[in-house]
């Protein structure tokens, strides 16, 4: 019987939904170049710990090393920089909007390029629903204004690379039927190996190194990068990319809540209701709602 994958998934959730304040604080002494190179470092270092603890051993065929180094520029190098860059011309809560987008766009990966796994139907209008709930939660209406067309191009294009990196994993990582922990290990160890001469050229914007942005770029890459992938993985595995990449509509539930915390503002009715649905949303796609009406 497989292991439940929903502790990790709403883990993941959580721990994504707190990046985006995590790069803000940490583009306050870094480049975007610096953010993702320090969070893949990090989270590679804590991954091999990790492998080390287990006694979990790293990959050693060249050909799968491409693989992972594929699925580190579309989890971690393309999207992580682009990220990091936009959100110096977007707000963090509209990154967020932006981010919940992934499902839809693996929907299309998968419809179009990786036709091998099935979608049901409840599953499609799972993620629609979804989508609906985090335009709810963050007042789309409202926000968009406050944003610069930049950032939004960088933010979809982002958004893109991981549509395509949950169907890519499932069809060419994970039937390698390596641990997590390895795959993970072996995804950051290229991610940062190819972000290390971009960080060296423009990695540090300013000297000064604020406590508070420090200890968000630690909770961004032990946490963010090398727990959260090991989730990840476990995920894909355990339920297929298209449930796997609804995590997204959690993030900024997290984001937004997080944001107000630490801002001091205050949530209104739309955010609430909107988190309704994102759950909603989110149980229709796992599946979850049939099995509570088969029960009762």
């Not at 051993?57 to 920089?81: E, F, H, S, Y």
């Not at 991610?191 to 630690?218: C, D, E, H, K, W």
Request: glycine share 8%; charged share 10%.
């Amino acid at each position: 019987m497989r292991k439940s994958w929903l502790p990790a998934y709403l883990a993941l959730g959580t721990v994504w939904g707190c990046s985006f304040i995590f790069i803000e604080l940490g583009l306050e002494f870094l480049t975007p170049f610096g953010v993702t190179f320090i969070r893949c470092a990090l989270g590679a270092i804590t991954l091999i710990i990790i492998s080390r603890i287990r006694k979990i051993n790293l990959p050693t065929d060249r050909k799968v090393w491409q693989k992972l180094w594929v699925v580190a520029l579309l989890l971690n190098v393309i999207p992580g920089v682009l990220f990091a860059f936009a959100q110096q011309y977007v707000t963090s809560v509209f990154a967020s909007i932006i981010n919940a987008a992934t499902p839809l766009m693996t929907l299309v990966f998968i419809l179009v390029i990786f036709r091998e796994e099935k979608l049901k139907r409840e599953q499609i209008f799972g993620l629609l629903i979804g989508a609906l709930g985090v335009m709810t939660v963050v007042g789309v209406w409202k926000e968009l204004g406050d944003n610069q067309l930049v950032g939004v191009i960088a933010l979809l294009i982002a958004v893109s690379c991981y549509g395509a990196s949950y169907p890519y994993s499932t069809r060419n990582v994970i039937p390698l039927k390596l641990k997590p922990e390895a795959l993970a290990a072996g995804q950051l160890i290229m991610a940062a190996i190819t972000l290390l001469p971009l960080f060296l050229i423009n990695g540090i914007s300013n000297n000064s190194y604020p406590r508070q942005s420090v200890i968000a770029m630690l909770c961004l890459g032990i946490f963010g990068s090398g727990f959260a992938y090991i989730w990840n993985f476990s995920i894909t595995a355990a339920a297929g990319s298209a449930i796997a990449s609804s995590v997204t509509y959690l993030t900024p539930v997290v984001a937004v809540i997080v944001g107000r915390l630490y801002l001091g503002e205050v949530i209104v009715w739309h955010e609430i209701f909107g988190a309704i649905i994102v759950i909603l949303g989110a149980l229709l796609s796992q599946g979850r709602l049939n099995r509570l009406v088969k029960t009762k």
